[in-house]
């Protein structure tokens, strides 16, 4: 950056006066004798002007102007010419913060590589260490040189530094996946919450079409997602094809079964409303249709053993999933017990997560969200914890958000899933082999989950909410409903 032209100090000597007046300017005691306009001759009005300079730089001096109107003219071009020079010279001026920053930024870049140094004793990743090392030292002697460069080396500087910082976290994460890998963990044990959350998603695998065909493209399938070792029963629950309409089922008993579409038992309802359907302790849980009301059909004879409004849920479509209509109660299944998600007026459409009774279908715990449930794709439950999903693309959906009902805490994640066909309708969780099943377009996929240790649990900043949003609330128990 240059220092302030001398053209700016002696045009700033020209404030305007009454033609052929004298303007003096009392010198300060602490100034200095200056000749102002030894600057630089900039016009042919000021010649061996004589005057001082004080302590803040500033000239003082008495100029004799020329009873002419066209001079004056030109003295106020001159001056307006000078603002307009001082104000692009505060501008450039107030780009040098940009420079501390990334100054700093470039320290905290050293220290990583000297940290990923220290802890890594793995060969294979020592050379891109040194490599990394280098550029960085190399960036930060660019930028002492940045002072006199031109802007736009100063922008590609800072791409420079973006890049740098993403190849440094990228080869942290390979040091920690190649650690992973000479010590492994131990697999998690079916319905274990001894983990630190969720930390992936495995590629899709497709099992099956559904057995009622493509034109069913809206639906839920799973397992039995009560914790019990003892329990293999898996569930294919196809819509109607419009989309709505829950009438028909079929039970398997094991996963070969399944496969093989064979040994399955196929009952007919008729009475159900959406794919937010589960299967828990061998009861089916699902929306009764056209209503608020949470239905409980027992596996072993289809028959409908309890039904039970939810308080204040909305329901005909209210406050559905983006893409998936009539999902106005999801139901889930995990570790903790049974659960089910929702909206009401009163949340203003953000998602609502219940404890449930299984046996009796009353609302133990409520837990209000900052995510209103229209915005996302789905959502699903693991040990406690909430996790939403948004879609991306029509390949790829994220799961970004998750809500621990524990601790009433929720923090933001980006877990990437890959989907086959472009909306995911049913997606229920089983704790018995940590995998989600996913009802996607009429096909039968599942996903294995994968946890973080507790060893290697990383802190995750707070959600950040949208303005005006209050923290969520701790769990509160409801007042027990009374049927009409």
Known sequence: M??????????????????????????NSASSYVNCSQSQPVHELIRGVSGSKDKDGTCHCVVHLPNNPIYLQQLEQLQRTTQELMGKYEQELSRFPAFNQLRLELEGAQELV??????????????????????VANASLTLQLLADSDQRSFHALLQEVDVLEGQLHECERQKEEEEASIHPDPPLSPGSCAHGGLQGVSSPLVVQLNWRGFSYKAGAWGRDSAPSPASSLYWVAPLSAEGRYFDYYRLHKSYDDLVLMKNYEEWKMGYGDGSGNTVYKNFMYFNYYGTAEMAKVDLSSN??????PLPGATYKNRFSYAGVPWKDLDFAGD???????????????NLVVSLLNASTLEVE???????????????????????????????????????????????????????????????????????????N???LVNYDLSFLTLKHRLPRPPAKRPSGAQAPPKAVKPKKASRS
């Open 114 to 135: 000297a940290q990923l140094k220290t802890k890594g004793r793995l060969s294979g990743s020592r050379d891109l260490l040194y490599q990394l090392q280098s550029q």
């Open 365 to 439: 715990n409520t837990w209000h969200t900052s995510q209103y449930k229209p915005a996302l794709s789905g959502a699903f439950m693991a040990c406690g914890v909430l996790y939403a999903l948004r879609s991306l693309s029509t390949r790829q959906e994220e799961i970004f958000y998750a809500f621990d009902t524990t601790t009433g805490q929720e923090h933001h994640l980006s877990i990437l899933l890959d989907k086959m066909l472009e909306t995911l309708h049913g997606i229920n969780y089983c704790p018995l082999d940590h995998k989600l099943y996913v009802y």
């Open 441 to 443: 377009d009429g096909y």
């Open 2 to 27: 240059q220092p302030i032209p001398d053209l700016l100090t002696t045009l700033l000597l020209l404030p305007l006066v009454l033609p052929g007046q004298p303007q003096s300017i009392k010198e």
């Open 303 to 308: 028959s409908l053993v309890l039904q039970r």
């Open 335 to 349: 570790e903790k017990g049974l659960w089910v998600l929702y909206a009401t007026e009163e949340s203003k459409g």
